[in-house]
């Protein structure tokens, strides 16, 4: 079997732009930036300038999303002016990693769970997961800057509203935070599609619980998958051995919930 892939046959796209979702020119994106709106910024190669070097910096420091693409590939409409800097709204305002590591300490009794997605980047697919989350009760969702992803309206949409009531955070660097993660008590339980890992009904999910979950095709980055405590899959039956990542998330999910519910009534 193919490891890390729960996802054979779906590839990886990008779904349309949605037009209302952009804002374009220098002076219109410096606002939606000011007022903390964009989850991601696009700018044209070959552009520079101190005005435009200003909003690269300031994306920076609020660690959106930040794109260099070709004049034709900015998703905006014909002919306006975009003066090579277009900005995507964000449906949710993401909570600083700081922030979520605050909340979770928080957080009463041993069964915390926080969802960790590795490069998900068909929107489709996001927002189905992270509607799948909200109902499974992983309120708490780390996603990586790059190579992920915005969380657009269309993730919005295909989260049926999700999104709104979701505790999510992007990080620059997913190994580090699964580190610190790992300092404060949570076991951190990789989802792959291997023989050798742990049939997700014989696994004691007892405790702090962080579910990695990898990308639609190669499933989740070797140095992700070094920081996992333990390797986890769905067993399947006969040759078929792929499910679709939104799919193979809820299923262990919801696995999870059903483990610790279950511990927690024999232990009571």
């Known amino acids: 079997m193919k490891p890390d892939n729960f996802s054979k046959g779906s590839g990886s796209k990008t779904a349309p732009v949605d037009e209302g979702e952009l804002i374009w020119g220098i002076n219109s994106v410096r606002e939606a930036l000011a007022t903390g709106s964009l989850g991601e910024i696009v700018i044209q190669k ?11 910096d300031q994306a920076r420091k609020q660690g959106l999303r930040l794109r260099f693409k070709e004049a034709g590939r900015l998703g905006v409409p014909a002919g306006c002016h975009h003066q090579g800097v277009v900005g995507r709204r964000s449906a949710a305002v993401p909570l600083p990693f700081s922030n979520m590591l605050e909340q979770l300490a928080t957080e ?4 915390s769970r926080l969802l960790i997605l590795d490069c998900i980047q068909d929107p489709g697919n996001l927002g189905s ?11 708490y969702v780390l996603i990586p800057r790059q190579r992920s992803a915005p969380i657009s309206g ?3 949409r295909a989260s049926a509203g999700a999104v709104a009531h979701l505790h999510i955070s992007r990080v620059n660097n997913l190994v580090e935070a699964i580190k610190e993660l790992k300092e404060r008590g949570f076991w951190v339980y990789g989802a792959v599609l291997a023989d050798d890992a742990a049939s997700i009904y014989e696994t004691d999910f007892s405790g702090k619980v962080a579910l990695v979950v990898g990308s639609e095709g190669k499933g989740i980055r070797p140095l992700v998958r070094k920081q ?6 769905i067993p ?33």
């Open 154 to 156: 269309t993730v919005a």
């Open 46 to 56: 070959g552009k520079g300038g101190p005005r435009i070097q200003e909003i690269v």
């Open 228 to 233: 996992c405590d333990h390797l986890v899959t």
């Open 108 to 111: 009463t009794g041993d069964d």
């Open 129 to 139: 997961i992270l509607r799948s989350a909200l109902t499974a009760g992983f309120n």
């Open 236 to 268: 399947m039956q006969g040759d078929f051995d792929s499910l679709n990542v939104s799919v193979a998330a809820a299923v262990i999910m919801f696995e999870i919930v059903h483990d610790q519910n279950r511990s927690n009534s024999s232990n009571a």
